[in-house]
Structure formats: C-alpha cells, structure tokens
C-alpha cells in the first residue's frame, strides 16, 4: 500500500480547504448577505462535493495520522499491522465521513 | 590527515547536536504532534458544533459562535490546524523545492498564507462572539 502519498495529498488539499472555513467564519461575521452567498455555494452541487471531499480529506489524514502516532511510539511496524493500520485509516476515512454526512443531512434537513 | 581547522572553541558535536537539516532540531516534529493531538481531542466538539451550524441562516450561526465555550473550541481548532499545516507545507516544500531562492519564497508565501487564514478566521470568530 502506498498510502503515505495520499497522507501528504489530503494535508495540501486540507491547506486549500481552509480558504473554504475561512470565507464561511468572515461571512458568518459580516451579514446575512454575505453568508447566503457561501450557502449558494456550498449548497450546489460542485460546492457538496467540495465539502465532501474536504470531509474525507479531514477525517482520512487524521485516522491515517493516528498511524503515524503508534510509528512514533515505535509500534505497528510488521507488515500486518502495516496493512491493517493502513486499510483501518482507509475504510474509516471513508466510513466516518458517509457517517457525518448522513448526520448532516438528518439535523440539517438536507442542508 | 589533519582536522578542518575551527575558529570556534565548541566541539563539532555541540555544533550540530539537535540541530540537522533544518537548523532549527526536532522543534517543528515536535510541535507537528503537539498540534496533531490537540486537534484530534478536538475534533469531535469541532464536528458537533459544524453539525449545528448546518442548515442555520447567517442570525442562527452568530447565535452559536457567541457561545463562549463553542468559541474556544473553534479559536483552539483554528490555531492547532494553522500551526500544523504551516509545518506540513513547508516539509512538502523543502522536500520538493529544491532551487534555494524559490524555495526561502515559497517557505515564506507559506507562512503569510497560514497566518492570514488563522487570523481572519479568528477575527471572524471574535467578532460574532463579542456580538459585534
């Protein structure tokens, strides 16, 4: 498994995002205008995936840094528990954000 | 063979000892984890509060941020995420750069990003709470 690269890919992509987090908060502070105008946004079909993808991207590099931790406390390193740590970052990534999004959609009534 | 000649008296091991590649030691792993758990710790409350702000107008979403503890969870998140992916940009950077002068560039257009971004999001953040 070559995951460390998409390890590296969803932190740059996670730098970018923030450009989204940020435009929201300033939004949220200046005025209903403002904000409506990220909601149109996030609210399309390009903007849902974007957040999506930001979701994954998020909640991929944190379980898939988790490995990095049990690296540095110098465990985890037989080729099992490699692969396993490594598919666990990879179908939880992926799990969890489907999870969050269905939450999402249920308070959110669709956004 | 004769030794490189030092006009310095510290002995060539206290010159480099925790400094390496960087020049600057371990100090930005270091912080590069300190950041990583606390945004793990921090995650959940951050969701949580993302959640709530799903679905509510621009009146609604103030409302939230001016709870102080959302706040500072928010502030907290902010700071953690921008300290953390400033280190991450410039280890891909200085990995990948490898002409001097576009490199100190980019390690320093990385800085100015990181820190405008935590910035704005954080004024953001105190206006809505102050109620401004």
């Not at chain 1, 898939?64 to 465990?75: E, K, N, P, T």
């Not at chain 2, 490189?4 to 100090?27: D, E, F, I």
């Not at chain 2, 509510?56 to 959302?70: L, T």
């Amino acid at each position: 498994m070559a995951l460390s690269i998409v390890h590296r890919a969803t932190g740059v992509a996670l730098y970018f995002g923030t450009l989204l987090l940020a435009w929201w908060l300033i939004a949220a502070a200046s005025g209903p205008g403002a904000y409506a105008n990220v909601q149109a946004f996030t609210g399309s079909f390009i903007g849902r995936l974007i957040v999506f993808g930001y979701t994954w991207a998020l909640l991929h590099h944190l379980l898939s840094g988790l490995r990095h931790f049990v690296w540095d406390l110098g465990y985890g390193y037989k080729p099992s528990e490699r692969e396993g740590m490594t598919w666990g970052a990879l179908i939880g990534g992926i799990s969890l954000t489907v999870l969050v999004w269905i939450v999402a959609y249920t308070v959110g009534g669709g956004r | 063979m004769n030794a490189p000649k030092s006009s310095s008296m510290r002995t060539p091991l206290a010159r480099v000892r925790a400094l390496g590649a960087s020049h600057s030691g371990t100090s930005d792993f270091w912080r590069q984890r300190l950041t990583a758990v606390a945004m793990t710790l921090l995650i959940v409350p951050v969701i949580v509060v993302v959640l709530m702000l799903v679905g509510s107008n621009q009146a609604g979403a103030k409302q939230i941020f001016s709870s102080v503890p959302i706040a500072i969870i928010m502030l907290l998140f902010i700071v953690a995420s921008a300290w953390h992916m400033k280190i991450g940009m410039q280890v891909v950077i200085e990995d990948y750069v490898h002409n001097e002068k576009i490199k100190l560039a980019s390690v320093m257009a990385n800085n100015f990003f990181c820190i405008a971004v935590a910035l704005a999001s954080i004024y953001a953040i105190l206006k809505m709470s102050s109620g401004v």
